[in-house]
């Protein structure tokens, strides 16, 4: 599946963040989750995104609301947070903000939510995995 045509300014934003943010692809997080470094999974989608399957364990914290509920969600502002959307571009941007907001731990996950369907890793059924946030 193709990922979303997005806009030139979009992508300038993004591309910006990205030069800012720490990134993983899927084996890296992968190695990460085998070798249980302690880490909190962030899926930053929308509602209807994370309603529709998610990673499971996964904390939802839509990009909508991110910087308001970061916070209380996320005390430990040196906790390492992994941040997924649906491709990548998203969770930099969000990984940007979180970085701006003080936290010191943040990655992005490039590839998202497409590479983490594909990757082997436990998912959630619909409606079944109630970490859900806002």
């Known amino acids: 599946m193709l990922g979303k045509v ?10 910006a963040a990205k030069a800012h943010v720490r990134e993983i692809d899927i084996e890296s997080y992968k190695e990460m989750v085998a070798t249980g470094e302690p880490h909190r999974l ?15 364990g ?29 491709g990548g571009f998203r969770s930099a941007l969000a990984a940007e903000a979180a970085q701006k907001m003080g936290y010191t731990n943040v990655i992005s996950l490039d590839g998202g939510w497409r590479a983490i369907q594909s990757s082997g890793l436990p998912l959630s059924e619909p409606g079944m995995d109630r970490t859900e946030h806002g």
């Open 58 to 86: 996964a904390t939802h914290l839509s990009k909508g609301i991110l910087e308001r509920d970061l916070e209380s969600t996320f005390p430990d502002t040196s906790e390492r947070l992994v941040f997924y959307c649906g």
């Open 6 to 15: 997005h806009s030139p300014g979009f992508l300038a934003l993004v591309n």
């Open 42 to 56: 962030v899926d930053v989608r929308e509602d209807g995104e994370w309603a529709a399957g998610h990673a499971s």
